[in-house]
Nanobody, 115 residues
Framework: QVQLVESGGGLVQAGGSLKLSCRAS????????MGWYRQAPGKQRELVAT???????NYADSVKGRFTISRDNAKNTVLLQMNSLKPEDTAVYYC?????????WGQGTQVTVSS
């Protein structure tokens, strides 16, 4: 089992920045890709960004140029730096991890961007 704990969410004004952190614990050997997804009220969960153990990244078009995902393998942590935040970025942000074909999810952290 892999446990994921997110932190760093909060309330910010449009144009501001937040940095999310997700720490993995438990059976962390073999974790490949990690990523961030988000779910706004009344909408489906959607991809924000992913990063492989080798450092390859992938971003949703809506966040390209504003968000940066990074990973500290030694600390089993994945970070999401979010700049130039918009009201439409408001959502619960979830961390996930892929390990031997299984996907694990964190509990989520709320990000609210006021206009």
């Amino acid at each position: 089992q892999v446990q994921l704990v997110e932190s760093g969410g909060g309330l910010v004004q449009a144009g501001g920045s937040l940095k999310l952190s997700c720490r993995a614990s438990g059976s962390i050997f073999g974790i490949n890709a990690m990523g961030w997804y988000r779910q706004a009220p009344g909408k489906q969960r959607e991809l924000v960004a992913t990063i492989t153990s080798g450092g390859s990244t992938n971003y949703a078009d809506s966040v390209k140029g504003r968000f940066t995902i990074s990973r500290d393998n030694a600390k089993n942590t994945v970070l999401l730096q979010m700049n130039s935040l918009k009201p439409e970025d408001t959502a619960v942000y979830y961390c996930n991890a892929l390990r031997f074909g299984l996907i694990y999810w964190g509990q989520g952290t709320q990000v609210t961007v006021s206009s």
